[in-house]
């Protein structure tokens, strides 16, 4: 993503407007309907992003520790989000207000750039999910996510993996034994 220097007095000023969130297991941190006010950091834990189609839970990304996210089109457009954050397990969530983060925007051109890197990166990591929806395989959709996030799989239940890969759970399932992957999360087994 390129790296950007931020003064100690910039970061101090940022960290001070984080708030912290911790949410417990299945907890919505964003509702259907509610208006995405943060841009959230998972500091530990997982959340999953999804929304229903017609009826139908569609998992839209899985979230591990270590990874931003957040309802863009809601978050820049202050409309009501289609989308809800939920969590798979207890998780802590680091979080600016949209204010905040535009305010650090506006005072400091470093954070100005640091936003639009991240804002970069996300659109490119958006475009590559279209893209393996649209083009890849089952099995290649598989092997890319086990490339990107393996051990978070075993903590994510195959119904949502399945969703995420816009695939059945008997697909996905098929597509493990053709891999001699394991079948089943630790949530599945428990």
Same mark, same amino acid.
């Given at each position: @993503?390129?790296?950007?220097?931020? %003064?100690? *007095?910039? @970061?101090?000023?940022?960290? *001070? @407007?984080?708030?912290?969130?911790?949410?417990?297991?299945?907890?919505?941190?964003?509702?259907?309907?509610?208006? $995405?006010?943060?841009?959230?950091? +998972?500091?530990?834990?997982?959340?999953?992003?999804?929304?229903?189609?017609?009826?139908?839970?569609? !998992?839209?990304?899985?979230?591990?520790?270590? !990874?931003?996210?957040? *309802?863009?089109?809601?978050?820049? !457009?202050?409309?009501?989000? /289609?989308?809800? +954050?939920?969590?798979?397990?207890?998780?802590?969530?680091?979080?600016?207000?949209?204010?905040?983060?535009?305010?650090? $925007?506006?005072?400091?051109?470093?954070?100005?750039?640091?936003?639009?890197?991240? @804002?970069?990166?996300?659109?490119?990591?958006?475009? /590559?999910?279209?893209? *393996?929806?649209?083009?890849?395989?089952?099995?290649?959709?598989?092997?890319?996510?086990?490339?990107?996030? %393996?051990?978070?799989?075993?903590?994510?239940?195959?119904?949502?993996?399945?969703?995420?890969?816009?695939?059945?759970?008997? !697909?996905?399932?098929?597509?493990?034994?053709?891999?001699?992957?394991? /079948? /089943?999360?630790?949530?599945?087994?428990?």
């Amino acid at each position: @993503m390129g790296d950007v220097t931020l %003064p100690p *007095s910039v @970061m101090n000023e940022a960290i *001070s @407007m984080i708030e912290v969130f911790e949410i417990k297991k299945f907890e919505q941190f964003l509702k259907a309907g509610d208006v $995405c006010k943060y841009w959230g950091f +998972v500091n530990s834990g997982l959340v999953r992003i999804f929304y229903f189609k017609k009826g139908k839970d569609v !998992t839209e990304f899985i979230v591990p520790e270590g !990874t931003a996210f957040t *309802s863009i089109e809601s978050f820049f !457009t202050r409309q009501p989000s /289609h989308l809800i +954050v939920e969590a798979l397990e207890p998780t802590v969530i680091y979080a600016l207000s949209k204010d905040n983060v535009d305010n650090l $925007c506006d005072k400091y051109h470093e954070i100005e750039v640091t936003y639009r890197k991240i @804002m970069e990166y996300s659109l490119i990591m958006s475009q /590559h999910r279209a893209d *393996s929806l649209q083009f890849e395989t089952a099995e290649e959709k598989y092997e890319r996510l086990l490339e990107k996030i %393996p051990k978070v799989l075993l903590r994510v239940p195959s119904l949502y993996i399945a969703s995420y890969l816009g695939i059945t759970p008997e !697909t996905l399932s098929r597509v493990r034994a053709k891999q001699g992957k394991p /079948h /089943h999360s630790k949530q599945e087994e428990g």
